[in-house]
């Protein structure tokens, strides 16, 4: 992945920050990664549990010192980010890659593996493709295209404050939130700039998944706020407010996540549209 210049390596030997024009509480550089330690730290994470304020009072001038925030969970049950098989090495350049392509080739490459499944268990091909169908309603099998940009209503960052607060208070399922900063462009890319192997199922270059991500953020004005091992929790500035806008919606989060469809209520998009609608947290789970 093309990097940015990294300024965490100063915090090695200036830990409060100063010479990067913060105040940072106690914490740790993490360079830990699933082949061994990272040349350079890719976080520094707090010693204690995130509380609310943290997030607005670093926010702005770790962004002027080329970091970014995002809460991370040490009390995962895989442990804190120096036990999440980080693979930085394996990630490539958000930039490089068109989402649309992206989405498209995870629609249909679900359709392919469902009927692959089918065939190979000897079932009835009608009735598998009868459960994609109402799965997939009101869509076909063809990508059906990006949902329609929406209005900003709220800052964004301003958003991203307000649920870092939220979530800090206890409001997840989250267990030990604590505050990170990413050396990062922009807040799309903090998963591919740590080698975020959470989806690893799914896709196993999550800079892919970044790409879709940066997308939203022009689009609804997200900001990525919260990672555990695999759980993503983003912010949402400009949410769809119309049922038609939240299933198109909908589409991008089935090929961009599909446990979050097939793994949660009814398992149809048309009923997870419904949640989408003036919804500014999105929630991410991969198996």
């Known amino acids: 992945m093309a990097t940015l210049p990294n300024p965490l390596p100063k915090l090695a030997s200036d830990p409060s920050g100063r010479s990067l024009g913060l105040r940072l509480p106690p914490g740790r550089l993490i360079d830990a990664t699933d082949d061994g330690p990272w040349p350079e730290p890719l976080l520094w994470c707090a010693e204690k549990s995130a509380s609310s304020g943290n997030w607005a009072a670093l926010g702005v001038p770790a962004g002027r010192a080329g970091l970014l925030p995002v809460l991370v969970d040490a009390g995962d049950s895989q442990g804190g980010p120096e036990h999440w098989e980080l693979m930085p090495g394996d990630v490539s350049y958000p930039g490089d890659h068109d989402v649309e392509d992206v989405l498209a080739e995870y629609w249909e490459y679900w359709e392919d593996e469902e009927a692959e499944e089918e065939a190979g268990e000897g079932g009835d091909s009608f009735a598998a493709d009868f459960e994609l169908a109402e799965l997939l309603a009101p869509y076909g099998p063809e990508w059906p295209g ?69 997308s939203w953020e022009d689009r609804f004005g997200m900001r990525v706020v919260a990672l555990g091992f695999d759980v993503l929790v983003v912010s949402v500035a400009a949410p769809p407010t119309t049922l038609a806008d939240a299933e198109a919606l909908a589409a991008e989060h089935f090929a961009f996540c599909p446990d979050n469809v097939t793994q949660n209520g009814s398992g149809k998009l048309r009923d997870y549209a419904k949640e989408l609608v003036g919804e500014r947290v999105w929630q991410f789970w991969w198996d």
Request: aromatic fraction near 2%; include cysteine; glycine fraction near 6%.
């Open 146 to 214: 990006l949902a329609p940009a929406a209005a900003l209503s709220v800052d964004p960052d301003t958003c991203a404050a307000q649920l870092a607060d939220s979530l800090a208070e206890g409001h997840s399922g989250f267990k030990d939130l604590r505050l990170a900063l990413v050396p990062a462009r922009r807040s799309a890319d903090i998963p591919a700039a740590l080698g975020w192997s959470g989806p690893v199922n799914h896709d196993n270059d999550v800079a892919r998944l970044c790409a879709v991500m940066r």
